[in-house]
Structure formats: C-alpha cells, structure tokens
C-alpha cells in the first residue's frame, strides 16, 4: 500500500523533510538566543544610564579597553576643553538621519590626562574638504557628565577608517591614534556628553541608545518552530494524497484498444 514510500522521489522527498526539520529547530532556537541577548543588553544599559555618574578615571585609564560590561556607565570629568586640537569625524547622522559631523574635543583633566570627549552632532553646511564651524566649548575649568564608549573599529561599526583625510577630519574615534597625534597619555575609550548642554542647542547632543526594543526575534523563533512542525504535518498530506490518487488510478479501468481496421 505505501511501497511507493520506497520510490526514489520519495525517498529523496522523506530525507530532505528529516533534515529540515532539526535545522529550523535550531534556526528556532539561534533567534530566542539573539532575543535573550538583546534583553540582557537592554537590562545592562537601562542599570548603566540609571546609575549615578563616578569618575572617569576610576574605570578607564591609558591605553585602556572599554569592556562592554562597562558601556554607557555615566562618568564625569573635571578639566578644560583642548579646543586647539579639536576634530570632527566624518559622514555621522543625527536623530533625523541627517548627515553631518561629531566634534571630538580633548578634555585636559587635572593631572594632565586627555578624555576625549564627543560634544555633539553639527551640520555639514559646508565642502566636505573645509573643516567646518564648530560652536565654541565652555571656557575654563568645567565639570562634564557623560556616557563611557567603546574606541570605535571598522569591524565593530562598519566603517572604513579611511586614510588621507584633510586636517583634523577623522573617520574612526580611537583614543590610541589621538594619543599618538596629541603626544599626551588618553584614556581609553570617550565620552558622549550629556552635560552641561551646549548654549543654543548646538553641538546637538547624541540620544541615548535604545534600551528598550526588543526586536523581531522571538517571533522569528516562534515561526522557524512553526515551519518545523508544519514539515512532518505536510509529508502526511502529500503521502496520504499520493495515496489516493494512485488508489483511484488502479480502480479504474483500463480503456480497451481498439483494432484498426484493414
């Protein structure tokens, strides 16, 4: 009744159903993982941007490696802005996906030690070769707040770090290359500021993350689990209907030939 199960058709058709069937489990379960991770993420820095603000230099230093345990941690900093080596880096957006420049301004603390502080988003109104027109930082000693970041990567961002840009334009922020062209000790990693806002709203201060979203991936996992368990619910169907058809075909009967006449 089901020899033709042992059809090649069919038993090509019954292996690549047996193989699909533990590959969209564990897709399934690939996506409840990255779920998982984005709400551990999501946790991490909602505790980050809740916490009070301490030290900058009690968890970063010189040639440090902001570890993501510490991302977003709210810092602060006592110093002056190094305005004269100020730079901006290239091709970044804002909150309306407008395209324009981060200033990167050094803060010279007490001890002499750099942070580098990112002070904001400004237009680019000008050629992308002229360096453009920065609103003036605070004068005077002044006391920051702001987010811990990463030194930024190609791998990580996505971002080219391209060379032979021109002067004091960068693609990439990376406290090494800024401790290698200010001559001074940098702490690794930078600071988003948050505060004090900028008098006219400008440099634009960055938003924080977004620490809420939890994405599309539960219900990705939730529809690999459903096609996995539609495979084995579709094979039944189609044998059962393969069944039928050749059931009907063997009933009826055969048409009789009819001689050709002389």
Same mark, same amino acid.
Do not use: C
């Given at each position: 009744?089901?020899?033709?199960?042992?059809?090649?058709?069919?038993?090509?058709?019954?292996?690549?159903?047996?193989?699909?069937?533990?590959?969209?489990?564990?897709?399934?379960?690939?996506?409840?993982?990255?779920?998982?991770?984005?709400?551990?993420?999501?946790?991490?820095?909602?505790?980050?941007?809740?916490?009070?603000?301490?030290?900058?230099?009690?968890?970063?230093?010189?040639?440090?490696?902001?570890?993501? $345990?510490?991302?977003?941690?709210?810092?602060?900093?006592? !110093?002056? =802005?190094?305005?004269?080596?100020?730079?901006?880096?290239?091709?970044?957006?804002?909150?309306?996906?407008?395209?324009?420049?981060?200033?990167?301004?050094?803060?010279?603390?007490?001890?002499?030690?750099?942070?580098?502080?990112?002070? #904001?988003?400004?237009?680019?109104?000008?050629?992308?070769?002229?360096?453009?027109?920065?609103?003036?930082?605070?004068?005077?000693?002044?006391?920051?707040?702001?987010?811990?970041?990463?030194?930024?990567?190609?791998?990580?961002? !996505?971002?080219?770090?391209?060379?032979?840009?021109?002067?004091?334009?960068?693609?990439?922020?990376?406290?090494?290359?800024?401790?290698?062209?200010? #001559?001074?000790?940098?702490?690794? #990693? =930078?600071?988003?500021?948050?505060?004090?806002?900028?008098?006219? !709203?400008?440099?634009?201060?960055?938003?924080?993350?977004?620490?809420?979203?939890?994405?599309?991936?539960?219900? =990705?996992?939730?529809?690999?689990?459903?096609? $996995?368990?539609?495979?084995?619910?579709?094979?039944?169907?189609?044998?059962?209907?393969?069944?039928?058809?050749?059931?009907?075909?063997?009933?009826?009967?055969?048409?009789?030939?009819?001689?050709?006449? $002389?």
């Amino acid at each position: 009744m089901y020899r033709f199960l042992l059809t090649r058709q069919w038993v090509i058709l019954t292996l690549i159903a047996l193989v699909l069937i533990p590959v969209m489990v564990e897709l399934g379960f690939w996506q409840l993982h990255r779920h998982e991770h984005r709400v551990a993420q999501n946790q991490r820095v909602t505790e980050a941007l809740a916490a009070d603000p301490v030290p900058a230099e009690k968890i970063t230093s010189p040639g440090h490696e902001v570890p993501k $345990a510490d991302l977003y941690r709210r810092v602060s900093a006592k !110093g002056t =802005y190094d305005t004269r080596h100020e730079v901006v880096v290239r091709r970044r957006t804002n909150s309306d996906d407008e395209v324009g420049f981060h200033v990167l301004t050094p803060f010279v603390l007490d001890d002499g030690k750099v942070l580098l502080v990112n002070r #904001g988003w400004i237009p680019a109104d000008g050629p992308q070769t002229a360096f453009p027109k920065i609103p003036a930082a605070p004068r005077g000693e002044v006391t920051i707040t702001g987010r811990l970041k990463a030194d930024e990567t190609s791998a990580a961002s !996505g971002i080219k770090n391209v060379r032979g840009l021109p002067d004091r334009q960068i693609m990439l922020i990376s406290s090494g290359q800024q401790a290698d062209s200010l #001559g001074k000790q940098v702490l690794g #990693g =930078y600071v988003e500021q948050t505060s004090p806002e900028p008098k006219d !709203g400008t440099p634009e201060l960055i938003a924080e993350p977004d620490h809420s979203g939890i994405g599309p991936h539960m219900a =990705y996992a939730v529809q690999w689990w459903l096609f $996995a368990s539609g495979v084995p619910i579709g094979w039944v169907v189609l044998v059962r209907r393969e069944k039928r058809d050749r059931a009907t075909a063997a009933q009826t009967p055969a048409e009789e030939t009819v001689p050709a006449h $002389a």
